[in-house]
């Protein structure tokens, strides 16, 4: 009777010991070196707390959709396909609260060790395989923070406030104005509409 074969590691015991524990991190084994080979992946992962800017942001917690291939080439692994994330923030014109979703697509090389890309590539301009594992956390960062626009506006024309009674414009009638005469030249107005022979048809005051 042949030896039965070693049983195989539980599930639990080797993601405990290996980096996959992050969540952003997906372990190369399974997709290999063969160049050529590939690996889909569909993951939903919680925000970290910093991808912002100063209007807009994704909430720490949301669902952040990942919708990756993984392909193998000479130099390291290929990452493409889409990411989905919820935003939220405040209109740069009117201060209304907006939420959206972009749908962003990526695609990035992870350079292996000692491959000609890595050897050639500062130390910030190339993403890396890491041992036997890629971080997607900072691609998708990367991705999602420089996505943001610095100023987002509630809709596409957004009219902004009011710059008298600071309401929102696109809440007022078409005609808002204020009738508001500056102090300083309602005695010099007074003085034109009393002055003699000046012509009615001049004084802008007249409607
Ligand atoms: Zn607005
Ligand atoms: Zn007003």
Redesign the pocket.
């Known amino acids: 009777m042949p030896a039965a074969p070693p049983p195989r590691p539980g599930a639990a015991s080797t993601d405990a010991r290996r980096p996959a524990a992050n969540p952003w991190f997906v372990d190369l084994r399974e997709l290999g070196r063969r160049a050529g080979s590939m690996q889909e992946i569909e993951r939903t992962l919680p925000a970290p707390a910093d991808w912002r800017v100063e209007l807009i942001g994704v909430p720490e917690g949301a669902e952040v959709r990942l919708r990756l291939r993984l392909e193998s080439v000479m130099e390291g692994v290929l990452v493409s396909g889409e990411v989905d994330v919820p935003v939220a923030g405040s209109c740069a014109r009117c201060l209304e609260p907006i939420e959206d979703t972009l749908e962003l697509d990526v695609q990035e090389l992870f350079a292996y060790e000692g491959s000609t890309t890595e050897a050639t590539s500062e130390e910030d301009e190339v993403r890396r395989v890491e041992g036997e594992h890629i971080d997607l956390e900072p691609m998708v960062r990367d991705l999602v923070v420089l996505s943001l626009p610095l100023a987002p506006t509630c809709t596409e024309d957004c009219a902004g406030l009011?710059?008298?009674?600071?309401?929102r414009?696109d809440d007022?009638p078409a005609d808002?104005?204020?009738e508001q005469l500056d102090p300083r030249w309602a005695g010099l107005a007074g003085r034109f509409a009393s002055a003699p022979g000046t012509p009615a048809a001049d004084n802008p005051e007249e409607n």
Request: charged share 10%.
């Open positions: 009011c710059v008298d009674c600071g309401q414009l007022l808002h104005t204020h």
